[in-house]
């Protein structure tokens, strides 16, 4: 399937949604269209590209024209880290997210694109298995794929909900009476993380084909492993707030964590990819990953590459400017590759991922200021030059792939005391990128070992959503993001409770039962 979004199923999936009412955190179903809707094969497939369709818009884009902070997949992941500064066009909205000054109004601070995704979610969790009263061609198999994807998806958006504000209003079930109670409370990120991700992760693992070629586009066996690997490593090791609203303090997890993620990967190893080229992903040296000859592959050609697992597919000519804020517009990008890793990364002259992300060669004022990343263009000269520049061009943003796999796995053998297995699986990805394997003595304990797998999940996974989930989730926020914002004439990162982005005044405004994040006003 080469798209994910179809002008039909956008319809239809808009059809059966409703309008929000009361409060952004649900959208109130018509149960007299909902019980006429699920009876066919097709409508199971458009429920589900309903779905997909809003959580692709939610992240990749929200529309406007110069990326404005708008596009969740990066100001969730990354804009806040090291990876990204302000350049010399900011806007207000992308400046404080830089320079962790969020307001409440910001774009990104509002969850309410999760929510609708959750709620097509809910919908179809509880209408999909009946469809087979109604079209006997619709199998007991193809129902539990649908229903894995459902758990899985409403799983990662509440799994976003919990990382970027610390908790939010539970819905696992759909909304179908305006009537009825429209708000809730929050619960905090321990109970979303106990109570509705991993269970839903469990289920959807017990409900998907096993050993199937998946569509990249969709939510696989794969994917689902991986998304359980990433839950139990932000488990084990991120400061959270004990309750909603309340201060952060310690992780709620610990090592018994770090060894589920193992188990939850080794899972994905017995997986398949979607490029069918194999039985298995298999998951036991660099051959499993794509060769430093093709390493680009996995952003241009989804469907191609032997180590893509999940990937949103932002077609250009359907759904418009894919927004991506650092390339958006041939000048005047509101933010622009951080100096420090601007400079210091292309000292590594033999690692060849450095010219495919980004063109170190572009100095002044346009230097760092458009990744090549999920472009097939040699050099920011060529990515300008085309008409519309990266405006032109259809995006696959990545949302789990064998390398991060690689390296999540490496943090977790390091964590249980398997040093040179770690050191086995970060060096798959290091001399894949063309450089010299990475010694034991240069990483002879848990900390050094640590650092290393970081820096190098900085450099492989750059403008892939990763980073700042990386440092909240490692407690080195305060340690990378201080010196930066400092020389950037800000206050140091001391307060780990900005961890979190305020709650949006729109959800408050809403929902009388919401207060607002802790040390936020």
């Not at 992308?94 to 409440?104: G, K």
């Not at 263009?377 to 991060?404: H, K, P, Q, W």
């Not at 798959?428 to 848990?446: D, K, Y």
């Amino acid at each position: 399937m080469k798209r994910i979004i179809t002008i039909t199923a956008l319809l239809i999936a808009v059809f059966i949604a409703g309008s929000c009412t009361k409060d952004v955190t649900k959208l109130p179903q018509n149960a007299a269209t909902v019980n006429t809707y699920f009876q066919t094969s097709k409508d199971i497939t458009s429920a589900l590209s309903g779905m997909y369709g809003s959580f692709l818009s939610t992240m990749v884009s929200t529309g406007g024209t110069n990326g404005g902070g708008s596009n969740n997949y990066f100001a969730w992941g990354e804009t806040r880290s090291d990876n990204f500064a302000p350049s010399g066009y900011p806007t207000t909205a992308t400046e404080n997210i830089n320079n962790n000054a969020i307001l409440n109004n910001n774009a990104s601070a509002d969850w309410a694109g999760l929510y609708q995704t959750i709620s097509r979610a809910n919908l179809n969790i509880a209408n999909i298995p009946n469809v087979p009263k109604y079209d006997n061609t619709v199998t007991q198999t193809a129902v539990n794929t649908a229903m894995a994807q459902c758990y899985a998806m409403r799983a990662e958006c509440y799994f976003y909900i919990a990382r970027v504000w610390g908790g939010g209003p539970m819905w696992t079930a759909p909304y179908l009476d305006p009537n009825s109670p429209g708000i809730k409370p929050r619960v905090s990120e321990q109970v979303l993380i106990d109570s509705v991700i991993i269970p839903d992760l469990n289920k959807a693992y017990a409900l998907i084909p096993k050993s199937q070629q998946p569509t990249v586009w969709y939510i696989g066996e794969g994917a689902i492993c991986a998304i359980a690997a990433d839950v139990y490593m932000w488990r084990a090791g991120a400061p959270v707030a004990s309750a909603p609203n309340g201060p952060v303090s310690g992780p709620i997890g610990g090592l018994s964590d770090y060894q589920t993620a193992i188990t939850w990967i080794q899972r994905l190893f017995l997986s398949r990819a979607p490029s069918g080229t194999g039985p298995a992903y298999a998951g036991t040296s660099a051959a499993n990953i794509e060769s430093t000859a093709t390493w680009k592959n996995v952003f241009l050609n989804p469907p191609s590459s032997l180590e893509a697992i999940w990937s949103l597919n932002w077609d250009e000519t359907v759904n418009g400017c894919a927004c991506i804020p650092i390339s958006i517009q041939n000048s005047n990008n509101p933010y622009r590759v951080d100096g420090g890793l601007y400079v210091n990364w292309p000292l590594n002259t033999a690692d060849i991922r450095v010219k495919q992300t980004f063109d170190p060669t572009v100095t002044g004022t346009a230097a760092g200021t458009h990744t090549l990343k999920y472009f097939n263009v040699a050099n920011e000269a060529a990515l300008t030059a085309t008409i519309g520049g990266a405006i032109s061009f259809n995006v696959y943003a990545v949302m789990n792939r064998l390398s991060d796999v690689y390296l999540t796995y490496a943090e977790a053998l390091n964590q249980t005391g398997d040093l040179p297995n770690a050191l086995k699986y970060l060096n798959f990805i290091h001399q894949r990128a063309g450089l010299p394997a990475i010694l034991a003595s240069a990483v002879p304990n848990t900390a050094t070992m640590q650092a290393a797998i970081l820096q190098e999940r900085q450099w492989e996974l750059f403008a892939e959503g990763k980073r700042w989930f990386d440092l909240v989730r490692t407690n080195t926020v305060s340690a990378v993001m201080s010196p930066i914002l400092v020389g950037r004439g800000f206050a140091p990162f001391t307060d780990l409770n900005k961890d979190y982005w305020p709650i949006s005044i729109t959800a408050i405004n809403a929902n009388g039962l919401l207060t607002q994040n802790y040390n936020y006003h």
